[in-house]
């Protein structure tokens, strides 16, 4: 069992990264802490994440779409976008946003037609 | 609607898609009335940009009217004529709040593939590949424009769509390429590449108020157009006489240029023989992605202590980088995608006082299903072509 680690820079003070990540329930069963980023950057997150098969169960996982880590990282990105945008960045090869299992199998750069729309839910 | 999308290597094609929704408030859908083909749309055309897909829509230079808003959008409204900058930023991270727009952190969903090829993602850009987001582009007859309150400036005076329509991309872009170069007055600064980028830097760089200017290219018009529109004063045309460092040292006194300004990137066409037929026999097996003939040159042209600004494109890698010269000579090397939305307003007040007219660069006009004879005619130079403009 390896631990790696998840780490993004969220603009903005810690107290209202802290509440917002409580509010979003982020991160079920995992480590994360919070750190003020130097020179006024905002805050620091670093996520803990255990990774079952170490490397190799990385590579596994990354291919099935499941590891762990690369899960994670996803999920701090959308955190990030939410708290500093106010919402998820979508384009139309990735109409869901980030999301590690579109990795490999994303739509063409073109307007999603109707019915995938709703498949999506936007 | 109609739209451009890419269908493999040296193929484009217009085709029936769906319209354009709004998918986060603060998105809007615009109507487009002009749209160009880039210099650069030509690398994804040539196969040399990765992750492109089969029926992505291409452009990023585009103009036109804003026909629907999402709720978070309060600064735009329908009828609006708007500008749109070709990076997509979200004006509220660390990167756009330091006017860092080309590497937003959050404008591209692509993030993680990104990382992988540049170590950190860069932002969202409109047809320019799933490397930078996947974003459909603006060759079409609509377009979605994410973060609308943030990235569109709006157009209010009876300025042509020709006018005003290169704010989006190539006139930021060269002015961009000669900002980097820290011009005070008096310097020599070189231009490799007289395409339309490089026509905007010469243009920018007279403007802010370099004495010579040098124009490098092999294509005689294009070269007659930086002395004739751009305010060129010297040319170097590298098909009559291949040396280009040599000449650039003839024309600075021996010294070199002060700042040397790359507008030709990563599918250079001059180069020593022996090394640009190595360059293209690794680009053709892929073990380099880009040919550096501009590059190289511009560090062994450049004076001790000067500037070399990149803002031709690159994509990969790069063999032969001359770093003897760039270290011992003490160089400072720059480069970027242009923060278009830093240079917006006031590249717009610029072209409203009338100390340039953008519209210089335009030599065809097609109607948008005619792209793919706009993209060929484009990329092999046919035609005295500069740019092309798409009326959709």
């Known amino acids: 069992m390896a631990t ?58 990354s291919v099935v779409g499941a590891a762990p880590l690369a899960k994670a990282r996803d999920e701090l990105r959308h955190f990030k976008q939410l708290v500093e945008t106010g919402e998820i960045a979508r384009s139309d090869g990735v109409p869901e946003g980030e999301q590690v299992q579109r990795k490999f199998k994303q739509r063409p750069a073109q307007p999603l037609p109707a019915s995938e729309r709703q498949e999506v839910g936007v | ?25 603060r998105d809007a859908i615009v109507k487009i009335t002009s749209t160009a083909i880039c210099g650069s749309d030509l690398h994804l055309y040539d196969g040399y940009i990765p992750a492109m897909k089969k029926g992505d829509i291409l452009g990023h230079e585009f103009m036109g009217e804003i026909v629907e808003v999402g709720r978070g959008v309060s600064n735009l409204s329908v009828g609006d004529r708007v500008v749109v900058p070709f990076p997509i930023a979200c004006g509220n991270c660390w990167a756009c709040q330091h006017e860092l727009y080309s590497v937003c952190e959050n404008s591209n969903p692509n993030a993680g593939l990104a990382e992988k090829a540049f170590g950190h993602p860069t932002a969202g850009i409109f047809g320019y ?20 309150d943030v990235g569109p400036i709006k157009i209010e005076d009876d300025l042509t769509d020709e006018q005003v329509l290169f704010l989006s991309d190539i006139f930021p872009t060269g002015y961009f390429g000669a900002d980097l170069c820290n011009i005070q007055g008096g310097e020599v600064v070189a231009v490799f590449g007289a395409g339309p980028v490089g026509q905007f830097a010469i243009a920018s760089a007279v403007m802010m108020g370099a004495e010579r200017v040098i124009a490098i290219d092999r294509l005689d018009y294009r070269l007659q157009m930086a002395v004739n529109r751009a305010g060129a004063t010297d040319i170097i045309n590298f098909d009559e006489d291949p040396d280009i460092v040599e000449q650039l040292k003839e024309l600075s006194g021996g010294r070199g240029p002060d700042a040397v300004i790359d507008a030709v990137g990563m599918e250079a066409t001059h180069g020593h023989g022996v090394v640009h037929t190595a360059d293209r026999l690794k680009q053709a097996t892929r073990s380099e992605s880009d040919r550096g003939h501009a590059l190289r040159d511009a560090i062994l042209a450049c004076r001790p202590g000067g500037v070399v600004s990149v803002m031709g494109v690159y994509g990969g890698l790069l063999d032969k980088f001359p770093s003897g010269a760039f270290m011992n000579k003490g160089l400072t090397l720059r480069s970027g995608q242009c923060p278009v939305q830093k240079y917006l307003r006031p590249l717009y007040d610029h072209i409203k006082n009338g100390d340039i007219d953008p519209s210089f660069v335009v030599t065809h006009r097609l109607p948008l299903g005619e792209a793919p004879n706009g993209f060929e005619t484009f990329k092999h130079k046919q035609d005295e072509c500069v740019k092309v403009v798409l009326k959709p």
């Open chain 2, 129 to 148: 590949s799933h490397l930078t987001g996947g974003y459909a582009g603006g060759q079409a007859e609509y377009a979605r424009v994410p973060y609308a």
């Open chain 2, 1 to 25: 609607m109609r739209a451009n999308v890419w269908s493999g290597r040296n193929t484009v094609q217009v085709e029936n898609v769906p319209d354009p929704q709004i998918l986060n408030d």
């Open chain 1, 4 to 61: 790696r680690k998840a780490v993004i820079t969220v603009n903005r003070p810690r107290e209202e990264v802290e509440r917002l990540w409580r509010e979003h329930d982020q991160g079920d069963g995992q480590a994360v802490s919070f750190r003020k980023a130097p020179g006024d950057r905002g805050t620091e997150i670093h996520l803990e994440i255990e990774q079952r098969g170490g490397k190799l169960g990385e590579a596994i996982g």
